[in-house]
């Protein structure tokens, strides 16, 4: 659910990693746009203050990878947020968790030994003390609303990576990049099948015919959750 690496002191300006970090965390078939991306993000952030939220909410079709896009993002970007990284499921797509509900999930993730607060303004407080002093991803997975996701945005050095099923207009005062993880083409979702699941031999043949990796691609309309 989290993890926790040493603290780090705030820097005047974000460490972005070089250029070359990027395709190890990629997903093959998804290396130039995740490349592009990334690009995108350190333009877009580099003159930023570094104390500030930074918020990227990647949108896209229910099992489209989303959140294994997220993961491998949150990884090439570590550098500028090291402390820590949370994780909240808010089930968007059945059941969204209230935003009071998310906050308490993590709180006692956290701080499992602490008596929950009972109003909501202490809840607020116990939730954004999770924060406090720290450079912190926060993953805020399956947003169904702004209204859901908007209060669980801390005023703090952090880098939190929403993905829902449409763009949401999420927190003003926060610097938005929106990215849409668009289905793969079939060709690719039929490289992936193949990568994951067959042996080398198998991704060197080629055939006019229709392969079993190629209609499964079809049927799933190219999702591609590894």
């Known amino acids: ?109 956290y701080m499992p030994s602490s008596t929950m607060p009972a109003n909501e303004s202490e809840v607020q407080g116990y939730y954004l003390s999770c924060f406090s002093g720290k450079r912190t991803i926060l993953h805020l997975d399956n947003a169904a609303s702004p209204e859901q996701a908007n209060p669980l945005v801390p005023e703090a050095p952090t880098l939190i990576i929403i993905t829902s099923a449409r763009r949401l207009a999420l927190h003003e005062q926060s610097h938005v990049i929106a990215h849409q993880v668009k289905p793969l083409e079939t060709v690719d979702a039929a490289c992936m099948l193949l990568r994951l699941t067959a042996s080398p031999a198998a991704l060197l043949q080629h055939s006019n015919e229709p392969t079993p990796a190629s209609s499964i691609s079809s049927s799933s309309d190219h999702i591609d959750h590894f």
């Not at 078939?29 to 592009?36: D, G, K, P, V, W």
């Not at 997220?70 to 949370?86: E, G, I, N, V």
């Open 1 to 109: 659910f989290l993890s926790s690496q040493s603290s780090s002191s705030p820097s005047s300006s974000f460490p972005f990693p070089s250029s070359s970090i990027g395709p190890a965390y990629a997903i093959p078939e998804r290396a130039t746009e995740f490349a592009s991306l990334l690009q995108t993000i350190n333009a877009e952030i580099a003159p930023l203050n570094p104390s500030l939220p930074v918020i990227i909410n990647l949108y896209g079709l229910s099992g489209v990878g989303k959140a294994t896009f997220s993961r491998r993002l949150s990884s090439a970007l570590h550098s500028p947020w090291p402390d820590r990284r949370y994780t909240i499921d808010l089930r968007g797509n059945s059941g969204a968790l209230g935003s009071l509900d998310a906050m308490r999930f993590l709180i006692r993730a």
